[in-house]
């Protein structure tokens, strides 16, 4: 694999991960926003 | 974060068929040769760096469409991907807003760091005593 398929894969993964952290959450917790001094 | 790969993957689209045309976008000195991307963040990022106004969300709608919609990126990005192969990644640079020229490698790698900071800030979220 060269450099650049391993870097359009390191994406994917980063991409599942991050759908895996968001894709749970509820309407109420999709537009939580915790007070800036908090 | 969608609009955010969809913008690199345009830009990386555009930096490629610039050099094609023989009308490169980026002309002048490439100051971050071979740098990682954490590093070319570490230099161009405040701490707690403010989002541009051209990359907040606009569209709003349910968290399921925006999941479908980055999952779709893969799609563009794997047709970037087999298009740049005739192409050396390293020379193929497009501005990015805050950081300035970036080539392939490095914009890949913003991909990825981009991701994975969102996800973090997800679970710090999640994480807050009062998330519901």
Same mark, same amino acid.
């Given at each position: 694999?060269?450099? /650049?398929?391993? /870097?359009?894969?390191?994406?994917?993964?980063?991409?599942?991960?991050?759908?895996?952290?968001?894709?749970?959450?509820?309407?109420?917790?999709?537009?939580?926003?915790?007070?800036?001094?908090? | 974060?969608?609009?955010?790969?969809?913008?690199?993957?345009? #830009?990386?689209? +555009?930096?490629?068929?610039?050099?094609?045309?023989?009308?490169?976008?980026?002309?002048?000195?490439?100051?971050?040769? #071979?740098?990682? &991307?954490?590093?070319?963040?570490?230099?161009?990022?405040?701490?707690?760096?403010?989002?541009?106004?051209?990359?907040?969300?606009?569209?709003?709608?349910?968290?399921?469409?925006?999941?479908?919609?980055?999952?779709?990126?893969?799609?563009?990005?794997?047709?970037?991907? $087999?298009?740049?192969?005739?192409?050396?990644?390293?020379?193929?640079?497009?501005?990015? &807003?805050?950081?300035?020229?970036? $080539?392939?490698?490095?914009?890949?790698?913003?991909?990825? %760091?981009?991701?994975?900071?969102?996800?973090?800030?997800?679970? +710090? &979220?999640?994480?807050?005593?009062? %998330?519901?």
């Amino acid at each position: 694999m060269n450099k /650049l398929q391993h /870097l359009i894969g390191q994406v994917s993964d980063a991409r599942q991960q991050f759908i895996a952290a968001a894709q749970d959450a509820s309407a109420d917790q999709a537009s939580f926003k915790p007070s800036e001094d908090s | 974060m969608v609009w955010a790969e969809q913008g690199g993957i345009n #830009g990386m689209w +555009k930096a490629m068929e610039g050099i094609r045309s023989n009308k490169p976008v980026w002309t002048d000195e490439f100051i971050y040769k #071979g740098l990682p &991307i954490e590093k070319i963040i570490e230099l161009t990022w405040q701490e707690r760096e403010k989002v541009p106004e051209s990359a907040k969300p606009r569209w709003g709608g349910p968290l399921a469409y925006w999941i479908v919609a980055l999952n779709g990126c893969q799609v563009s990005l794997q047709a970037l991907g $087999n298009v740049l192969m005739d192409f050396d990644c390293e020379k193929v640079i497009y501005p990015h &807003i805050i950081s300035g020229p970036l $080539n392939v490698i490095q914009r890949m790698e913003f991909l990825r %760091f981009h991701l994975n900071r969102h996800q973090r800030q997800i679970e +710090k &979220i999640k994480s807050h005593a009062d %998330f519901p």
